[in-house]
């Protein structure tokens, strides 16, 4: 089921990132605090959601409270997201088994979408800018 695009998603494209791999990115202006798309995909639980970490190398599920996972594998955008230290969006609760990508500064065409990924490991791989100009100034 497609839900009508009310929010920028028809404006958000996959291109390669300099951040790792694929990102996303914005083909128009998005003023901050704009609702970006929704997160939606197969929502599984907890014991799955690790199963499909270990057995299937799966890095595209979503955290949404409880034990309760949204695994956006199958989508065509959010998937790409990338992690950065200093973020332009962050995800919020949504509607049941959803969650919101929202821009938490003023996002420029072609700037690409990032949010914080929030757990430790992270950080020890991290790609982003600030972490490049770190690791430069050692």
């Not at 951040?19 to 995909?41: M, N, Q, R, T």
């Not at 197969?42 to 014991?47: F, K, L, M, S, T």
Request: charged share 30%.
């Amino acid at each position: 089921m497609n839900k009508p695009d009310k929010y920028h998603s028809n404006n958000i494209v996959v291109k390669e990132s300099l951040v790792h791999g694929k990102g996303i990115f914005a083909s128009e202006d998005i003023p901050e605090g704009e609702i970006i798309l929704v997160i939606e995909g197969e929502v599984i639980d907890g014991i799955e959601c690790e199963r499909r970490e270990e057995e299937e190398n799966n890095v595209y599920i979503f955290w949404n409270g409880d034990d309760c996972f949204i695994d956006t594998f199958k989508t065509e955008k959010i998937k790409y997201i990338n992690h950065d230290c200093s973020p332009n969006c962050y995800v919020d609760e949504g509607e049941c088994n959803e969650l919101l990508l929202i821009s938490q500064a003023d996002i420029k065409a072609g700037d690409e979408l990032t949010i914080d990924y929030g757990y430790e490991e992270i950080y020890e791989h991290c790609n982003c800018q600030i972490c490049r100009n770190r690791v430069k100034a050692i």
